[in-house]
């Protein structure tokens, strides 16, 4: 997260097979909960949302991305680790370009040195029912 006060720009990438989404497991320690989101990250300044897109998913999972569409802005208030957050997400909907990406269960990604995350696919179907949070929520729009 940012500095308190600050909003943050960030790209996301909806990756869809069948039922399933492509996401990142993330966990509050504060509320002790654990939610999923789409991989993605931050714009740097004077980089496209489309650029900063590819640059993310090359960066963290060494993936190439295929078919890339827009799909809109959302706008994100939330509170994590105790602190509030406010987020711009430009979201786009794409696909591996790379089929054994399809093939896994999961995998361990680093967003900094000391940042370790695991990726991995769930059945939609998980999310609607309530058993596990998929955030934001305005993300079930667009599956």
């Not at 105790?82 to 990604?109: M, N, T, W």
Request: charged share 30%; with cysteine; aromatic share 14%.
């Amino acid at each position: 997260m940012k500095k308190p006060g600050e909003i943050r720009v960030l790209v996301l990438g909806l990756i869809r097979d069948g039922e399933r989404i492509f996401v990142s497991e993330g966990y509050d320690p504060v509320k002790q909960e654990t939610f999923y989101r789409a991989l993605g990250g931050g714009i740097d300044f004077g980089e496209t949302s489309h650029d900063a897109l590819q640059r993310e998913f090359q960066e963290e999972i060494q993936a190439e991305l295929t078919n890339i569409r827009y799909l809109g802005c959302i706008e994100s208030l939330f509170i994590f680790n105790g602190r509030q957050g406010h987020e711009i997400i430009q979201l786009y909907q794409c696909d591996f370009a790379e089929p054994k990406f399809y093939q896994l269960e999961s995998l361990v990604f680093f967003e900094s040195e000391k940042h370790k995350h695991r990726a991995l696919w769930i059945d939609i179907s998980r999310f609607k029912s309530g058993e596990l949070r998929l955030v934001p929520e305005v993300f079930f729009e667009h599956l």
